[in-house]
Structure formats: C-alpha cells, structure tokens
C-alpha cells in the first residue's frame, strides 16, 4: 500500500554525529535527537531522514557501514532508535534512513570472509586480478583516492571501489547481494521506518566485464557504470519485493543526474523511485565538480531549477546537505548573512517538489576555516590536498579545500550561546564554528525576525498551501544576470518570488497583471479575491512600488489572486 504523503511534507536532514550530544561525550546521538523532536516540530517539518546511524569505522562517517541492521555505539542502540520513531511518529514526522548500498565498508562481516577465494562472499564483490602484474584490472578513477582498485595481499586480487578504499563495492549483479538488500530493507520497514534515502543508488549496476573508460573525462568509469545496464531491473525488484508490501517512499541520490536521465526513473504507474536529489543546481559554483570555487553564476543556477521544475514531475528540493559547504557561504554573502539566508530560503522552498532542509540550515550557520589540513577529516578533502599539494604551495591549496571541504557541514550545530554552542558538555568531536555566540537557535527562537522563524514562517506557509504544493511554475526573468523570479499559479491563486543573487542594486518593475492589481485594490476596487500582498520580506517594502531598487540579496513574495 502506497500513497504520496511524501508530497505534502518538508524534510529535515539529520547528520547524527554533529546534530546534538546527548549523553555528554562529544559525539552527537540518538539521545540528542529524542530531546531535540520538540524542536523539529515547532518547525513544521514531517520527516527525518537520518544520515547512517549504522556501525561504522567512519572512514567517511557512515558510508562504510559494516553492520546493516543495528545502530553505531557512539549513537546509542535499537531501543533508543525505537524510542526515537515512536515519538517522532506521535509529532506526526515520518523517518528515513540512509540506505547505502553500493558499497560496504571493508570491516563488514562479509567482505572480510571474501578474502578467501572459496568463500560464498567471493561473488559479493569485484574480485579481479591486474591487467599484469602491478596493473589494476581497469583505468577506473575513485573518488575519494586516485584508483578504484586496490591490491590485497592476502587474495592476491585487486577489489573495486568507487569510494575510498573502505567502501568496498558490492556486485549487484549476485542475486544473493540483492537478496541481502532486500532483507536489509524489511528489517527497517518492520521497525516502523517511513522511506529510504538511497545512497549513490544509479551507481549500483556495472558494464559487463568491467571495461576501460576509453573516453573518460572527468572521474574515468562513471559514464559506464551512472545508470547501469540493469539498474531500473533491480529498483523494480527491490519495490515489486519489498518496498510495494509498505507504506514508504524511496528517494534516490543521483549523482550526475538529468532530467532527460531520470524520467525513466520517475515515470509510469510503478516507478523505481519516488524522488530524485540530482546535483546540477549545486554547480552553479563548479565548487562541486572540479573542487575549485568559480564566482557564484545565477544563470546556472537558474537553468537547473527551471528545468527540474518543468521536466519531471516531481522532484526533491534542497540547497544543503553533508557533502557541500554551507549555502550562504557559497550562494549568498557572510556580511548579509540573515538577509542572504532568508532569500536562499525563499528561492527554493516555493517551487515545486518535496523540500529538505540541512541541521543548522534553519539558523544560518556558515562555513568554518580551520588552521591547518591536521584539522580535517573529511577523506575527499583530504585527497584533493595531497595531491595538489605535489604541484602547488600549502599556501596556496588550503584555502581552497577551506572552501570546498564537506566538513564546513559537519561541524556540530550551535544551539545556544552556551560553551561548546550547546551542543556538548564535553569537548566536541569536532570544532565548532566560532561565530556560535552570535549565530546560534536559542538567541533566534523568540526573535520574530530571525531566520529560525523565517523558516518557521516559510514552512507553514508552504503545508498550507496547495498552489505552492502542485501549482504551475514560470521562470518571469529567464535572462537576468542577478535576479531570480518566479511565478507559481494554481486556481486564479498566484505568486511572485523574487530573490536577489547580489549585493549590487537592480532595477525590478512587477509585471503589469500584478501592478494593476495593486492599482485596483489602492482604489478599493477589488472586490471578491484577496487584496494583493507581500506575504515574504527580508526588508521593509512597500506594496505600492511597482518598481524599485532592490538592496542587497532582498527577496520578496507577492500574493494575489488573478
Ligand atoms: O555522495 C555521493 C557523491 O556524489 C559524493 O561522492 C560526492 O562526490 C562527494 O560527497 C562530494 O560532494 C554519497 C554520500 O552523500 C556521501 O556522503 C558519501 O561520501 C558517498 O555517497 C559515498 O557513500
Ligand atoms: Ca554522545
């Protein structure tokens, strides 16, 4: 039994490390999420999807996960977890776990008995021998070392991974893994979870024989193994086995994702996904493919939205998440970081498709730089570093990965002005984010200015209504450098966003239906619908300009009916 609940609702993300500290160690926990739900729900969202909770060696914090089916000591066990969904489900907020399958970490039980060339896990993954001696079987990249191949004594093979060497890949082309995946998902359904966030999920089917990448640009591999020959084969096997029996939904990370590539996903009566997060709107920086920060491009930015909100049906909004750098530090400005964080806000959680917002994302917290590459852990960071450091000056290399690293999301979320931002009695696992005393959720819970209840505002204001739920969706200044305006209209209802990208002051003159409506109302002459308003402001305005200045990244929302 299946149905669309996973449209009405906004989305919270839950990196569980750095979220809070429950029970005083310096590592965020499970006991930290129970005390904070109250928090969650005065929000307004109706989900968590929890990144791993899974043991893990944490090579990348999660995604090497070498147990499955129960919970990582440092975040507590299965009845806290049980706890937690229990009252979270009582607040009425769905949960979602983190799925990550296309890789095990090389701790888990069954990677470890692979080692041995007799065993039933031999075929659970990539074993190969080199091309010759000292040779990986391919020319495939990693993207978190320089090969996907590594050599294991012990077997004399080389394995595959597309990850780091940890995060060993498992052959989905074995019904056994599938079967695996498949037990895997009924033991967290059974326990009361709502949906699957699906790791790197069109990465799971590889080409036949493992060939080179003859053309590759880029990471070498990931044009033949991104949307796999039997990749829609297996997420219908895993929905006609297992998730169709529940009411969930599956959201699919899809790295390199179009909207051409995912109709095939999304569509039809029985799709193998429900959602997709794609990557191209977090481009509009190149931070994310080519690790080099390029200024801030709306016009990218702007494609990207335009097209998921006109080419697919429905899709899966967000600006952050734990693998980029914070959204004002990149999209907006540091100096105007409320008035920043307010229209990022706006820019996105009135389109169309199902919302998630970031831990911290709700206060503003911002990117962090930290002295020295000792100080990171972030693994793709850290391989960016080592080997720019062969051709360039430190000096000059860390500063970019200061920009570029995904810990600037990781570290631990300032609650309150408090030592350690709240977060922790004991020194926290990693540094917090000095800005804490002055960017922090207590010093903006009664503020009715702040950007914790600009969210709050936002959040209602999207659950209630229908048009930004399902309305159209038009792109009014398809071509302008700095500003980012959209209409979405549903039964005679509309609305204007406008965001400003920059600080600079543009001209912006409404659109002539909408001024004429304010003229009429000024008049007293609208009778019936609503008079026009602003329902959105990161300064004061006026409904009575029709045209104006805008100030630095201002943002407004027009209401009218047609
Ligand atoms: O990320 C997939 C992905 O595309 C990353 O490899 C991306 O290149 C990197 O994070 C930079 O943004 C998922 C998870 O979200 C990420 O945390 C994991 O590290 C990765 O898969 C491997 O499991
Ligand atoms: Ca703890």
């Not at 500290?21 to 005065?42: A, E, M, P, T």
């Not at 799709?271 to 690790?291: G, K, R, S, V």
């Not at 540094?431 to 200015?449: F, G, I, L, T």
């Not at 005679?492 to 003159?509: A, D, M, Q, Y």
Request: negative net charge; contains cysteine.
């Amino acid at each position: 039994m299946r149905n669309d609940w996973y449209k009405d609702r906004v989305f919270y993300q839950i990196w569980p490390r750095s979220f809070m500290d429950g029970n005083g160690d310096g590592i965020g926990d499970l006991y930290g999420v129970y005390d904070r739900l109250d928090y969650l729900k005065s929000l307004g969202i109706g989900g968590i999807w929890f990144s791993p909770l899974y043991p893990s060696p944490n090579a990348d914090f999660g995604y090497d996960i070498s147990d499955y089916c129960a919970i990582h000591p440092d975040y507590g066990d299965l009845d806290i977890f049980k706890k937690v969904v229990a009252r979270a489900h009582e607040l009425d907020i769905k949960i979602v776990m983190d799925l990550v399958i296309n890789h095990t970490s090389d701790e888990h039980e069954w990677f470890v008995k692979s080692r041995d060339k007799s065993s039933p896990y031999r075929d659970y993954y990539f074993w190969k021998k080199g091309k010759k001696p000292g040779k990986a079987p391919n020319n495939w990249d990693s993207f978190f070392e320089n090969e996907a191949w590594s050599y294991d004594l012990e077997s004399g093979e080389y394995y595959l991974h597309l990850f780091s060497r940890k995060q060993v890949d498992l052959n989905m082309d074995n019904p056994a893994v599938r079967e695996e995946v498949k037990k895997i998902l009924r033991f967290w359904l059974e326990m009361g979870v709502d949906g699957f966030r699906e790791d790197v999920i069109t990465f799971i089917s590889k080409p036949e024989g493992l060939p080179d990448d003859r053309f590759g640009v880029g990471v070498r591999g990931m044009r033949l193994f991104e949307s796999g020959p039997h990749i829609h084969e297996y997420l219908q096997e895993f929905r006609t086995d297992v998730l169709d029996h529940y009411d969930c939904f599956v959201l699919g990370e899809a790295p390199m994702m179009t909207p051409k590539k995912a109709r095939p996903y999304l569509a039809g009566s029985h799709p193998d996904l429900d959602l997709m997060f794609n990557f191209q709107h977090m481009e509009a920086d190149c931070l994310f493919t080519e690790y080099i920060p390029l200024p801030f491009s709306l016009p990218k930015l702007r494609r990207a939205f335009d097209r998921w909100q006109k080419d697919v049906p429905w899709t899966a909004l967000y600006l952050e998440n734990h693998d980029h750098p914070r959204i004002i530090s990149r999209y907006g400005s540091e100096k105007y970081r409320v008035e920043s964080g307010k229209m990022l806000a706006v820019s996105y959680l009135l389109q169309k498709g199902t919302p998630f917002v970031y831990q911290g994302q709700e206060i503003g917290m911002t990117n962090i730089a930290l002295p020295s590459i000792d100080d990171y852990v972030d693994c793709m960071a850290l391989k960016h570093y080592y080997n720019d450091v062969k051709k360039k000056p430190a000096e000059k290399v860390l500063p970019k990965i200061q920009k570029a690293t995904r810990d600037n999301a990781r570290t631990p979320v300032q609650w309150s002005a408090d030592k350690n931002a709240g977060f922790s009695t004991a020194d926290p696992w990693f540094p917090v984010n000095p800005n804490y005393r002055e960017v922090n959720a207590a010093s903006q819970e009664n503020d009715p200015d702040s950007l914790l209840n600009f969210y709050r505002a936002l959040i209602a204001f999207r659950s209630r209504s229908e048009l930004v739920r399902f309305g159209d969706y038009e792109d009014l200044a398809p071509a302008h450098p700095h500003l980012y305006v959209y209409k979405r209209s549903c039964k005679g209802e509309n609305l204007l966003v406008l965001c400003s990208f920059t600080e600079k002051p543009c001209h912006f003159r409404l659109p002539e239906d909408l001024s004429a409506k304010i003229a009429d109302a000024s008049l007293g002459g609208a009778t019936g619908g609503m008079v026009p308003e602003i329902i959105f402001n990161n300064y004061p305005c006026d409904i009575a300009e029709k045209e104006f200045t805008t100030r630095p990244y201002e943002t407004r929302v027009y209401r009218w009916n047609a």
